[in-house]
């Protein structure tokens, strides 16, 4: 790449409470299309999470040990501010079913108004993916159900491990 040349940088916000296989599908399909990507743990006001906000970045960029053009960080306040401080052009999202796109449009729309210079891209995970979710697996795990296929297997070990903690 020349001096000349502007790298392309996107921002993948999320709760990943836990990560998910789908999550990781739209991971690998955003570097495809951008040189590099920050995955941003930010917090959505309506969720009380499993996991800390630091146990969540720790549990994303151990996937991603290998990936030099991903970063991993935990993010306060505006998403679309924080983009915007780091350079970035975009902010992807994953869109499962027709289901998410209200809230995804809404979401959207809101970060545009606060920003226009930030584009909002939307991805679709593989079909075998379309219909998990970071609260229907945890709800699996909770029940002594198996999610391996679904998640990492540092995640799998992880929610595995809260269960028994919350147990105790
Ligand atoms: N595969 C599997 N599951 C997926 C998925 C995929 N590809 N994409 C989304 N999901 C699921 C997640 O598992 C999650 O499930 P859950 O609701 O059971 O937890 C759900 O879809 C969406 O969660 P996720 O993508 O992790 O994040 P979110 O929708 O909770 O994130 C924020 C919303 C954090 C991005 C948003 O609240 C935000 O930007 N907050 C910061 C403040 C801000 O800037 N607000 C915007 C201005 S109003």
Do not use: C
């Not at 999202?93 to 909002?120: H, M, P, T």
């Amino acid at each position: 790449m020349t001096s000349t040349q502007r790298q392309t940088l996107a921002v993948y916000p999320g709760t990943f409470d836990p990560i998910t296989m789908g999550h990781v599908d739209i991971i690998h399909r955003a570097l495809n299309l951008f040189d590099r990507l920050i995955i941003a743990v930010a917090k959505n006001a309506s969720k009380s999470p499993l996991f800390s906000s630091q146990e969540r970045v720790v549990l994303i960029a151990e996937n991603f040990v290998d990936e030099p053009r991903i970063t991993v960080e935990a993010v306060s306040g505006l998403v679309v501010d924080y983009a915007w401080r780091k350079g970035a052009t975009s902010l992807v999202r994953g869109i499962r079913a027709v289901s998410d796109f209200d809230y995804e449009f809404q979401l959207a729309l809101a970060n545009r108004k606060l920003n226009r210079e930030v584009e909002s891209v939307f991805l679709m995970p593989g079909f075998r993916w379309i219909y998990i979710s970071s609260t229907m697996l945890k709800e699996i795990a909770r029940n002594g159900g198996d999610i391996s296929e679904l998640v990492p297997a540092n995640v799998a070990a992880a929610v595995k491990q809260k269960f028994e903690e919350m147990s105790e």
